[in-house]
C-alpha cells in the first residue's frame, strides 16, 4: 500500500479543464516531484491534494484512506502539511513565533484552559516553545530565532516555511517552488534540507522549476502538460522522453518569440 496516492484527479473552472485524470503514488521517504512549463497545472494539482480545491473527479488516498475534499486542517492532522509557491509568512512576528503556529494544529486542549492561563495550557506553550527552537537549529535559523521574520533573507523565510510545515511531524510533505527566487547558496541549503527530510521518512512532494535540483534530488518525476500527465518515471527516463522534450522545447520557444 502506498502512502500517498492520487487516483484520476481532475478539476474545472468555468468549463475550462484544469487537471485531468491524473494518477501517481509515492512511498515513505520517497522524493517526488511534478514538473511542467508554465500553466501546466502544477500547483493546481497541489491544492487539490492538499484541500484547497475540491477535486471534480478522482481520489486523494493517504495511508489506505479516502480523504478526498478533507479540508487542509484536518489532512494535516492526519499527516499532510505544505508549503505554498507564495510565502505565507507574519512578516512582522518573531521567526521563533512564526514556527510556533505550526505546532496549533496539534493542540488539544480548551479554551477555557487558555483563558485561565491553567498549568495545561502553560505545558502545551512550553512544549510548543521547545519544539520550534528545535526546528529553527534544524533549518539553521536558531540565530535568527527573535528577530523579525521580515527582516530575513528571502532563502531563509523559505526554510521558516518548510521549518513550520514540520511542526505538524508529517507524513507526507508538499513543497511548492521551495526554492524559487533563492541563489545558488540558498538552493543547496535547501537541497540538503529535503534530502535530510526524506531520509527520515516523510514523503516529499516537489513542485519546483529548478531543473537541476529537480535532477538530483527525485526518485520519481511526473510531468504535466495542459493539465494531463505526459510521462513520468526516474529523471533519466523523463529527461528523454520525446513528449517533455516537445513539452519545454515549446515553452522556451515562444518564449524566444515573445522576446
Known sequence: MSLLEIKGLGIEFGGLRAVHDVSFAMNEGEIVSVIGPNGAGKTTLFNMI???????????????????GMEPH??????????FQNLQIF?????????ITGYHLQERGSVLADLLNLPSSRHRAEAAREGAQKLLARVGLARAA??????LSYGALKR????RALALSPRVLLLDEPAAGCNAVETEEIDALIAEVAAEGVAILLVEHDMKMVMRISKHIVVLDHGEKIAEGDPATVSQNPAVIAAYLGTQEAEHADS
Open 74 to 83: 484536518l489532512l494535516a492532522r492526519r499527516g499532510l502539511s505544505r508549503t
Open 146 to 151: 527573535e528577530q523579525e521574520a521580515g527582516n
Open 91 to 99: 512578516q512582522q512576528m518573531t521567526v521563533l513565533d512564526n514556527a
Open 50 to 68: 492538499s484541500g484547497v480545491y475540491l477535486p471534480g473527479s478522482g481520489k486523494l488516498m493517504l495511508e489506505g484512506k479516502d480523504v478526498t
Open 160 to 163: 521558516l516555511e518548510i521549518a
